[in-house]
Structure formats: structure tokens, C-alpha cells
């Protein structure tokens, strides 16, 4: 079984910063590409960020500059910095993790549970 646990999520005054964090556990082989997903009410989920095994990362356009993903392949576990926050990057965000399994032949794509950043203004 893999499991991704996420946290850090919360309520955040705009200007402010946060930031996430997902780890993954169980029986993992190997790790791919891990990313962020956001999805706001009534939106669809967006892809905010991703970073591959070798560290090349990319970002949406609304977040470049303000986002950091980075993650510790030691521990398993994806980041996302968030700085500067506006009130539209209020949504749940998800990890989103691209993991071979012990015993299989191929990678999985497995999401977080969600974690929800509230931005005032």
C-alpha cells in the first residue's frame, strides 16, 4: 500500500506565506514526478506545480515567482513554498506523485487527500 499524506493548509492573511508539504509512505520502489494540483470552488483542479526525479521543476503561470516546489527524495516528500499569497489562490490542494510500487512493473499516478489554503484580503 502507498500513502500520501499531506499538511499545512490553513488560513492565511494576503501577502502572507505557507507552506505544504506531502510525504509519501509504504511499500514505494521508486519515485517519479511529483506535483501540486489546486482546485478552487466551481473550478476546475489546475496543475500549480510540478518537479521531476532530477529536480527540473515548472510552474503556472500565476504562481511563477511567488511558488517553490522542491522536494527531499530522502524522505520521500514533496514541498511547495507559497509566498506573496493573493485571495484567488484560495483552493484545496492536492500532491500529486508518480510512484512504482514494490511488485509492479509500472509507475501509478497517486493523489493526497487535499489540503485547504483560505487567503483574506
Known amino acids: 500500500q502507498v500513502q500520501l499524506v499531506e499538511s499545512g493548509g490553513g488560513l492565511v492573511q494576503a501577502g502572507g506565506s505557507r507552506t505544504l508539504s506531502c510525504a509519501a509512505s509504504g511499500s514505494i520502489f521508486s519515485i517519479n514526478a511529483m506535483g501540486w494540483y489546486r482546485q478552487a470552488p466551481g473550478k476546475q483542479r489546475e496543475l500549480v506545480a510540478g518537479?521531476?526525479?532530477?529536480?527540473?521543476?515548472n510552474y503556472a503561470d500565476s504562481v511563477k515567482g511567488r511558488f517553490t516546489i522542491s522536494r527531499d527524495n530522502a524522505r520521500n516528500t514533496v514541498y511547495l513554498q507559497m509566498n506573496s499569497l493573493k485571495p484567488e489562490d484560495t483552493a484545496v490542494y492536492y500532491c500529486?506523485?508518480?510512484?512504482?510500487?514494490?511488485?509492479?512493473?509500472?509507475?501509478?499516478?497517486?493523489w493526497g487527500q487535499g489540503t485547504q489554503v483560505t487567503v483574506s484580503s
Open positions: 500529486n506523485v508518480d510512484i512504482r510500487p514494490v511488485y509492479y512493473s509500472s509507475s501509478v499516478r497517486y
Open positions: 518537479i521531476t526525479n532530477g529536480g527540473s521543476t
